[in-house]
């Protein structure tokens, strides 16, 4: 650490992350080696933006989905990610605009139900950073896209006993490349529905067993 470092960390002005990431790599140390984790559907959010009339984002989620992820290195550089998104399930808060993104308009859901992601690379950086590539099909069409990434954190131990971790992923798409080619422009020239759309999960995975228990923890509760 240089002498302008220390002083810096001595005056309470130290980098928060990368405080956070050499803390993440001491976790990741002693980290169980596993090959199979579960996407955590109670702790896992698969969101979307999109820009209206260029006023204001519109938040939606896919509600319905399953996930396989596999990664044996403590420190997931082997990282591997098959995701399929049941279309129907798309929610926007909002009845009416959820009918329009099924349609054929947008996603035709009766033709299409399923989008689905398959990674095909991972490139780590610093302070637990990465980039995903990977294969992403919706409507039948397939392009590769990036999603920048990052490792939020690690768990050697949850409620059941069991290892978990967290990561965020975020990338931007043009809908149009998909075959989403719906237009409308407002009087002035605004476009209603913009073609890009910010994608944004939140997943936390755990372990087969660690997801077991805490369904069966639900199932009592709920039962009571």
Not at 1 to 20: E, H, T
Not at 106 to 114: A, G
Not at 192 to 200: K, S
Request: no cysteine; hydrophobic share 40%.
């Amino acid at each position: 650490m240089s002498l302008i470092q220390r002083i810096v960390s001595w005056l309470g002005f130290a980098d928060g992350k990368a405080v956070k990431s050499r803390q993440l790599e001491r976790k990741a140390a002693t980290f169980p080696r596993i090959s199979t984790w579960e996407l955590d559907p109670f702790h896992t959010t698969v969101g979307f933006r999109i820009m209206h009339m260029g006023l204001v984002e519109v938040s939606g989620r896919f509600k319905r989905y399953t996930a396989s992820v596999k990664g044996s290195s403590p420190d997931f550089s082997d990282l591997q990610v098959e995701v399929q998104v049941e279309a129907a399930s798309i929610d926007t808060d909002l009845p009416a605009r959820d009918a329009h993104l099924r349609s054929p308009d947008f996603l035709d859901v009766e033709r299409y139900p399923h989008i689905s992601f398959r990674s095909t690379a991972i490139r780590w950086r610093p302070l637990k950073r990465f980039v995903l590539e990977g294969d992403l099909m919706i409507k039948g069409v397939t392009h590769r896209i990036r999603l920048e990434g990052e490792l939020k954190g690690l768990v050697l131990k949850d409620i059941v006993g069991q290892p978990r971790a967290s990561f965020t992923l975020t990338a931007q798409i043009d809908r149009r490349a998909w075959g989403l080619t719906w237009h409308m422009e407002t009087e002035d020239g605004s476009i209603v529905v913009d073609p890009i759309v910010n994608l944004e999960i939140a997943a936390e995975i755990a372990t087969p067993q660690s997801l077991e228990a805490l369904r069966q923890m639900a199932a009592q509760v709920g039962g009571s």
